[in-house]
């Protein structure tokens, strides 16, 4: 990572400051700040590299049924086979650019969007329960997909979707998570605050959505998932542990576990032979 990218990823010092402050005085408090924190996704300017992508796409919006929140969808048109691409926290639809690429070679329309609140849709509170639901209704929207790759949150969201049903022939998890509470807990200690708090914030969470949180725990959904999936995830990642794939791979039926080195969270989605090993796993 450069240190301009660090700098951009780096916690503003006043919420570390905020977060300690409610830490020390009201742990209720504390988690109606994190909670918020936790729902706001940052968007991100539109890199140089994503330009092209965008703006070939053929773009329309879509408002998911159940939460009402408006969605940005990209669509690109090269044959029959169609592919989803989910981008993760802070992402955009054109993240996954140069997996687009490789698709666009084999000749697979490309579906991507931005989830709520990211990218170009508009701005909002958002989580997991959101990408599912805009997977979902994609699924409707184009008459399922032969394919579906998802980075992070996307990558979970990807086998939350097909554990719950959704109808696919291969999937790919790139730098996925795998337990909600490890995602609080570390979410709370990069803002400053401890994991002392995740019980309040997950409490938070389940009384304003009326579900656990641990429903969304990716392993008991890649257990009733029997289709093959590739697992990818670098050893130093640093914003999801290698643990979650080793986890994901091993509650999988069907599952693959490719581990890369220096990679990284993001870097990976670029990488020339992370992005063969995914040709090779769907031509074959």
Same mark, same amino acid.
């Given at each position: 990572?450069?240190?301009?990218?660090?700098?951009?990823?780096?916690?503003?010092?006043?919420?570390?400051?905020?977060?300690?402050?409610?830490?020390?005085?009201?742990?209720?408090?504390?988690?109606?700040?994190?909670?918020?924190?936790?729902?706001?996704?940052?968007?991100?300017?539109?890199?140089?590299?994503?330009?092209?992508?965008?703006?070939?796409?053929?773009?329309?919006?879509?408002?998911?049924?159940?939460?009402?929140?408006?969605?940005?969808?990209?669509?690109?048109?090269?044959?029959?086979?169609?592919?989803?691409?989910?981008?993760?926290?802070?992402?955009?639809?054109?993240?996954?650019?140069?997996?687009?690429?490789?698709?666009?070679?084999?000749?697979?329309?490309?579906?991507?969007?931005?989830?709520?609140?990211?990218?170009?849709?508009?701005?909002?509170?958002?989580?997991?329960?959101?990408?599912?639901?805009?997977?979902?209704?994609?699924?409707?929207?184009?008459?399922?997909?032969?394919?579906?790759?998802?980075?992070?949150?996307?990558?979970?969201?990807?086998?939350?979707? &097909? *554990?719950?049903?959704? @109808?696919? +022939?291969?999937?790919? /998890?790139?730098?996925?998570?795998? =337990?909600?509470? $490890?995602?609080?807990?570390?979410?709370?200690?990069? &803002? *400053?605050?401890?994991? @002392?708090? +995740?019980?309040?914030? /997950?409490?938070?969470?389940?009384? =304003?959505?009326? $579900?656990?949180?641990?429903?969304?725990?990716?392993?008991?959904?890649?257990?009733?998932?029997?289709?093959?999936?590739?697992?990818?995830?670098?050893?130093?990642?640093?914003?999801?542990?290698?643990?979650?794939?080793?986890?994901?791979?091993?509650?999988?039926?069907?599952?693959?576990?490719?581990?890369?080195?220096?990679?990284?969270?993001?870097?990976?989605?670029?990488?020339?032979?992370?992005?063969?090993?995914?040709?090779?796993?769907?031509?074959?």
């Amino acid at each position: 990572m450069t240190k301009k990218q660090t700098k951009v990823l780096e916690v503003p010092s006043y919420i570390k400051t905020t977060s300690k402050l409610l830490t020390a005085v009201n742990k209720k408090m504390a988690a109606t700040f994190a909670l918020k924190l936790f729902e706001t996704p940052i968007k991100y300017p539109l890199p140089k590299r994503e330009q092209k992508m965008f703006e070939v796409s053929h773009k329309s919006s879509l408002t998911l049924p159940e939460s009402q929140k408006e969605i940005v969808v990209y669509e690109n048109k090269f044959g029959s086979k169609k592919v989803l691409l989910v981008h993760g926290w802070n992402g955009r639809g054109t993240q996954l650019v140069s997996i687009a690429k490789a698709f666009k070679e084999l000749n697979y329309t490309i579906i991507s969007f931005d989830a709520p609140g990211h990218g170009k849709s508009p701005k909002t509170t958002t989580n997991m329960k959101h990408f599912i639901e805009a997977i979902f209704e994609l699924d409707k929207k184009y008459d399922g997909f032969d394919v579906i790759i998802g980075h992070s949150l996307g990558g979970m969201s990807t086998i939350n979707s &097909i *554990g719950r049903g959704l @109808k696919t +022939s291969k999937a790919v /998890i790139i730098g996925s998570g795998n =337990k909600t509470k $490890d995602i609080t807990d570390d979410f709370l200690v990069t &803002i *400053g605050m401890t994991s @002392k708090i +995740s019980p309040y914030l /997950i409490d938070l969470f389940e009384t =304003k959505y009326h $579900d656990k949180m641990a429903n969304y725990d990716v392993d008991q959904y890649a257990e009733k998932t029997d289709i093959p999936v590739l697992v990818i995830h670098d050893e130093n990642d640093k914003d999801v542990p290698i643990k979650a794939a080793e986890a994901i791979n091993k509650s999988l039926q069907n599952g693959q576990l490719m581990i890369t080195k220096g990679l990284g969270h993001r870097k990976i989605l670029g990488d020339e032979k992370v992005i063969e090993s995914i040709r090779q796993f769907i031509v074959n």
